[in-house]
């Protein structure tokens, strides 16, 4: 029956808080640049009015084309169900861990590039090829940093780890964490198409990498394609808060629902301010050249492999 709630609660949190990332960085945008913008809650609209249009495919699509958008955004709610959003939450008992949720959101990400060039588009031959290119640079990075928090949990069970980095208490400002979690950041920022990597907003062709993927896509495919990255996006800044900001020790209530109900506010709470400081980080720069994104990487990896370092010259172990 817990394994039960915890399924449902991920499932509700996910798809409820996913789309709302989104419209928190463009309102921020926006107010930075003296605009109202968007309402907040604008994809949810936009992704309703998607789902209830009619989808139209080329004649050259085959099978890869209409089942992508279904394992993209099964994929990414896959690795989202597995990644607590609260540890008070008794976790579903599956022999997956990190590995196995790299593993299912590069098969998403794979599919979209196959889909990318299944239709003979040439933009999108260029935003498969792109995004490929961007992801094996900066996944290295993802791998050094769940590792290394790995290594001080002596587990690569995602609850274990963030059960293990919430007991360090004020621990956690250790040099180890802090270089883990700016290479984090980065990810997020490349995997999530946001600037300086990638714009969202862009539909030049010579700039766009995500979108020139989802041009040939329309109506309920569109739908689930856009409601796949914004999961995905959710799942990378789930991973980043309730590893290295962990605030669920703080929650000790006897009532379980009300300290899941805090636990799950403080989470929002997070997420929230992740992405407030996604858009600051958007407003500040501008996108990278495509030849400059290979040194962010670098900068990312060698941040995380800084981490690795730290973790066996001065130590990050809890206790």
């Known amino acids: 029956m817990s394994q039960f709630v915890y399924v449902v609660v ?35 609209i936009d992704i309703y009015k998607l789902f209830r249009k009619d989808t139209v495919i080329s004649d050259t699509a085959s099978w890869i084309f209409r089942a992508t958008p279904y394992i993209n955004f099964t994929t990414a709610l896959l690795a989202g169900i ?3 959003v609260s540890l008070k939450l008794t976790p579903i008992n599956f022999g997956g861990d990190i590995i196995f949720i790299i593993y299912i959101l590069a098969m998403g990400r794979f599919f979209m590039a196959l889909s990318g060039v299944d239709t003979g588009s040439t933009f999108g031959g260029m935003g498969s090829s792109r995004e490929m290119a961007i992801s094996s640079l900066i996944e290295p990075t993802l791998l050094v ?3 290394t928090v790995g290594l001080i949990s002596k587990s690569t069970s995602v609850h274990d780890m963030m059960s293990t980095l919430s007991s360090i208490g004020l621990n956690i400002f250790q040099p180890v964490y802090i270089m ?29 990498v995500h979108e020139a993927m989802l041009l040939e896509y329309s109506g309920k495919h569109l739908a689930l394609m856009e409601l796949g990255a914004a999961v995905k996006q959710l799942v990378l800044i789930t991973l980043l808060v309730n590893l290295f900001i962990p605030l669920d020790s703080l929650v000790a209530l006897d009532n379980a629902l009300l300290a899941i109900g805090i636990s799950i ?11 407030i400081l996604i858009a600051l980080a958007e ?3 501008v996108k990278l050249r495509l030849f400059s994104v290979p040194n962010l990487a670098a900068i990312s990896f060698i941040l995380s492999f800084l981490g690795f370092l730290q973790y066996f010259v001065v130590g990050g172990s809890h206790g």
């Open 10 to 44: 991920q499932l509700s949190v996910i798809l409820l808080i996913a789309p709302l990332i989104s419209g928190i960085i463009k309102k921020v945008k926006a107010l930075s640049q003296k605009r109202k913008g968007p309402p907040v809650l604008q994809l949810y």
């Open 145 to 147: 940093s769940v590792f």
């Open 180 to 208: 883990c979690f700016l290479a984090m950041i980065i990810v997020i920022i490349a995997e999530s198409s946001r600037i300086p990597v990638d714009d969202p907003a862009t539909h030049l062709e010579l700039t766009m």
């Open 283 to 285: 407003i500040n720069t």
């Open 265 to 275: 506010l403080l989470y929002i709470v997070k997420v929230a301010i992740v992405s």
């Open 82 to 84: 597995l990644i607590p």
